[in-house]
């Protein structure tokens, strides 16, 4: 998916509720970052929402775009590989 349309798919799912309760994330694996966030560090994903990012810097764009100016909870993560599919989620 485009970035517009990843951006507009995510202000539809946050809606009228604060970004502030939102954390926005990219993974490559999307299994394994579902399981992290849920088991490991205790948090409710049961709002769990992904995308198939173009790219990775379209990915890292929509990341810092709410994160920076729609105050999404969320951190700029490891280096993540170019060439593998790249997935823009949030919970």
Do not use: C
């Not at 909870?73 to 593998?84: A, S």
């Amino acid at each position: 998916m485009n970035k517009a349309s990843i951006i507009r798919a995510i202000e539809d799912r946050v809606g009228t509720t604060p970004h502030s309760a939102w954390r926005i994330g990219l993974t490559h694996d999307l299994a394994e970052r579902k399981k992290y966030w849920g088991e490991s560090e205790n948090q409710n994903v049961t709002s769990w929402t992904d995308w198939t990012a173009d790219s990775l810097s379209d990915a890292q764009d929509i990341e810092n775009f709410f994160i920076q100016k729609k105050g999404m909870k969320g951190g700029e993560g490891g280096k993540l590989p170019p060439n593998k599919t790249i997935y823009v989620y949030i919970f």
